[in-house]
C-alpha cells in the first residue's frame, strides 16, 4: 500500500511563499499518479496540481499556474508543492494523494479517481 505524510503547511502573509512535502513510500514500479488538492470551507476539494511519475507532464489548475510548481526527490521519495505568490483565495486544507495510473492513460484531475490520502495540511494566506 502507498503511504503519503504531509508537511509544511502553516501561515503567510500574501504574496509570500510556502513549500508542501509529501513523502511516499510503500510504493515500487511506475505508473504512479501524484495530486495536490485543496478545499476550502463551503467549496468543493479542487485539482491543484496533477503530476505523473513515468510522464513528463504536469497539470496545474488555472487560478495557480504561473505560481505553483511540483517537484521530487528521488532519492528522498518526496514530492514537492512550491507555492509562491500566495493568494487569500489560496487558503484551504491541502492533501496530498496517489493513485496507480492506467496504462497508456493520463493521470485523473478529479478527487474522486485517488485512492491514497496524506492526513492533509493546513495553508492560510492573509492580506
Known amino acids: 500500500q502507498v503511504q503519503l505524510v504531509e508537511s509544511g503547511g502553516g501561515s503567510v502573509q500574501a504574496g509570500g511563499s510556502l513549500r508542501l512535502s509529501c513523502a511516499v513510500s510503500?510504493?515500487?514500479?511506475?505508473?504512479?499518479?501524484m495530486g495536490w488538492f485543496r478545499q476550502a470551507p463551503g467549496k468543493e476539494r479542487e485539482g491543484v496540481a496533477i503530476?505523473?511519475?513515468?510522464?513528463?507532464?504536469?497539470y496545474y489548475a488555472d487560478s495557480v499556474k504561473g505560481r505553483f510548481t511540483i517537484s521530487q526527490d528521488n532519492a528522498k521519495n518526496t514530492l514537492y508543492l512550491q507555492m509562491n505568490n500566495l493568494k487569500p483565495e489560496d487558503t484551504a486544507m491541502y492533501y496530498c494523494?496517489?493513485?496507480?495510473?492506467?496504462?497508456?492513460?493520463?493521470?485523473?484531475?478529479?478527487?474522486?479517481?485517488?485512492?491514497?490520502w496524506g492526513q492533509g495540511t493546513q495553508i492560510t494566506v492573509s492580506s
Open positions: 510503500g510504493y515500487t514500479g511506475s505508473g504512479l499518479c
Open positions: 503530476y505523473s511519475t513515468d510522464q513528463i507532464t504536469t
Open positions: 494523494a496517489a493513485v496507480h495510473r492506467p496504462f497508456g492513460r493520463s493521470c485523473s484531475r478529479g478527487s474522486a479517481d485517488y485512492h491514497y
